[in-house]
């Protein structure tokens, strides 16, 4: 995959959620939501997804699930809270957790997306960088596709771990990190699959830190969420999903090449691609004991004030 591909990936992901319409339900049956409406990243997070559309998942729950792309789930924020979608899939933690903190978005989890895994998401330089250790992002400019989120709560948590200083955050799209770091506008980018991969393949960039590593490994990243509302509301249609994705993604964990070939689907990856990028580990259920490790590593960094008690915001 080229930079060019990768840039031009950024407009061809553009948020779509006006054709979502007004909020209104699209179809229900009883107490539940026969229509979902979805947004969700071209990630590897998001695979499960795909799967349980392409295995008839959602159909044999009963569910006509329409997937509206987006760049980033921050984008689909404020889509989720006015109702114009009813799910974010790969939804950062960091991000929907803070939200619903500060009340701007009454947060609840319908399932897990992704752990961290070994190179699923990892820091790359150029292959003729000066930067040739951790310790040498003291002060340097690092990608990272949102500001104070799970990329710079995970490496600020290696970083500390090796006793090493932190480096400066500037936020780029994961499809702009490879144009970014070729013209040197970065000194390094925090990039997750399957960019991670296309940047190394296309730039020879090398592989500074593994940022799936301790003290980080196994850590829940992000989710399908929904609303307090929709969840309450629609309480049928929520758990029928909710079923899907978690069949889904034991079906992932079971056989990772359905994976593989699900992302040239949705994401620019090709076949060829697809069949050797790092995966990141797809739990078939939540776990509230891993989302505490979470909360607690956000707490100590200062992205969350208060205790959260996940096992709140989980949908049962």
Known sequence: MGTGRLAAGAIALALVLVACGDGGDSGSVGDGKQKIRVAA??????????????????????????????????????????????????????????????????????????????????????????????????????????????????????????????????????????????????????????????????????????????????????????TRAFAEKHAKAAAAFKRAIEAASKLAAQDPSLVRAELPKYTKVTADQAKTINLPAYPAATDAARLRRLIELMRKQGLLKKPIDPATLLVK
Do not use: C, W
Request: charged content about 20%.
């Open 41 to 226: 990243l071209p990630l590897t997070d998001a695979a499960a997804l795909y799967i349980a559309r392409d295995r008839g998942l959602f159909v044999k729950e009963g569910l006509d699930v329409t997937i509206q792309p987006v760049q980033q789930s921050i984008q689909a924020l404020p889509a989720l809270s006015k109702g114009q979608v009813d799910v974010i899939a790969s939804a950062n933690y960091v991000t929907f957790l803070q939200a619903d903190e500060k009340g701007a978005l009454d947060l609840r989890i319908l399932s897990e997306g992704v752990r961290t895994a070994p190179h699923m998401m990892d820091v790359l330089v150029p292959k003729d960088s000066p930067i040739k250790t951790p310790a040498d992002l003291k002060g340097r400019t690092v990608a990272v596709n949102i500001l104070n989120n799970i990329q710079s709560l995970t490496l600020d948590a290696i970083l500390d771990q090796q006793g090493a200083g932190h480096p400066v955050y500037r936020q780029i799209a994961f499809p702009q990190m490879g144009p970014a770091l070729q013209k040197g506008q970065v000194d390094a980018v925090h990039a997750v699959e399957p960019f991670d991969s296309a940047i190394q393949g296309e730039l020879k960039a090398r592989v500074l830190l593994d940022g799936g590593s301790a003290p980080v490994q196994s850590l829940p990243i992000s989710g399908y969420v929904t």
